[in-house]
């Protein structure tokens, strides 16, 4: 697919927000990512644009959340913490209160609003907010550094549309708060590729939660080994996923693109490298639908970073493979590892770490076919 219309979500605002010092949550990383990719001219020229989002009214806040747990967060943010927040898990370890709690989560919801509205005006084909991907927020919860979750608000406003909408989420951790949201609607289809969660929060997404009443076989969770590689976790992506959104047919696909299943990220431990999510991509884009991309986790910054403005070259058509050099001008790069380029080196396998990888992965595929394909007509 040639893009069109890219549109880059950001807005110098969020640079007054941040998690505490202490919280593996990063807002930097959207900044970040915005710095490489404008300095690197892939903001401008033809069918690229950044838009400054506004923040997200509570009227379509409440389309997800209720009005009681919205009231509480506001509450806590500005200094009241009540026994009723912290049954919804506000003012956890996870999920602290900062300052500007309430009007950074909005404003991030109000990013990925922006990207629906757009494609649905048709003023955008593909969009990106590294700035939301909140997928663990319930409607009265906030869990797992989510207090609004700006990616299900995007599918009920698409499904309001009439859209047919594909939910892919490739954070290392389960999307549950889009799963159950959609458990038992057909109209929005949510794949969910994560790591086994036997081994990491939220302790869901296994392969037989798939959906109920209307909505069986349309939750689908592909739980992946500990130590799962590019190859391995491709395997899986081609052979459940691709078939999945050939059958459904979506008339747009909303990507949690959380970076926290790359190698080394000091909460997951997966092993990808960034080029699994360049060939997602690709992937995705063959399809010729419009994309609603979000960021997500993502805990080793660098690594986050460099992965999201990869992924913004592919979606605005300026990735140039694996020799990046000669659009690198004028980047100051501050990692030896960046002088290759946005594209992680390979990282090698050994037999043992196959032998480890593969059986679980066959497994798991064999169960989706068997389970959820029929359904589809697969
Ligand atoms: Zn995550």
Not at 24 to 47: C, D, K, Q, Y
Not at 275 to 284: D, G, K, P, S
Request: net charge negative.
């Amino acid at each position: 697919m040639t893009t069109q219309n890219a549109v880059f979500i950001y807005s110098s605002e969020f640079e007054k927000y941040s998690y505490p010092p202490e919280h593996p949550f990063n807002t930097v990383r959207a900044t970040r990512v915005r710095e490489i990719v404008s300095s690197m001219g892939m903001l401008s020229g033809i069918g690229k644009t950044e838009v400054a989002p506004k923040s997200a009214e509570r009227i379509v806040l409440k389309k997800f959340h209720t009005a009681r747990y919205l009231h509480a967060l506001k509450a806590a943010a500005g200094g009241h913490l009540d026994v009723e927040a912290l049954q919804m898990n506000i003012g956890s370890q996870d999920c602290p209160v900062f300052k500007g709690l309430y009007e950074y989560s909005a404003l991030a919801a109000g990013g990925t609003l922006t990207e629906a509205k757009m494609i649905l005006s048709g003023q955008a084909d593909i969009a990106f907010n590294p700035s939301g991907g909140y997928h663990h927020a319930g409607p009265e919860l906030a869990a797992g550094f989510c207090y609004i979750n700006d990616v299900a608000l995007a599918c009920v406003v698409l499904a309001e549309q009439k859209k047919r909408v594909l939910y892919l989420d490739v954070d290392v951790h389960h999307g549950d708060g889009v799963a159950n949201k959609f458990y038992d609607r057909s109209d929005v289809l949510t794949i969910s590729l994560h790591q086994n969660p036997k081994t990491l929060f939220p302790g869901t997404g296994f392969e037989n939660e798939i959906g109920t009443g209307e909505g069986k076989g349309c939750c689908v969770n592909v739980p992946l080994p500990v130590g799962t590689y590019d190859q391995a976790y491709l395997k899986a992506f081609e052979t459940i996923v691709l078939p999945l959104v050939k059958a459904y047919n979506p008339d747009v696909i909303v990507f949690e693109l959380g970076a926290d299943a790359l190698a080394g990220d000091p909460l997951g431990n997966l092993r990808l490298t960034n080029n699994v999510y360049a060939e997602i991509i690709n992937h995705l884009m063959s399809f010729d639908k419009p994309i609603v991309a979000t960021g997500g986790g993502g805990y080793h910054v660098e690594n986050t970073v460099r992965a999201w403005a990869l992924a913004w070259s592919v979606f605005c058509g300026d990735d140039y493979g694996d020799d990046m050099s000669h659009a690198m001008g004028g980047v100051f790069l501050e990692s030896t590892e960046w002088q290759a380029g946005l594209r992680d080196r390979e990282l090698p396998v050994t037999e043992q770490q196959k032998n480890a990888v593969v059986p679980a992965i066959e497994t798991v595929i064999k169960k989706i076919k068997k389970s959820i394909f029929p359904i589809h007509g697969i």
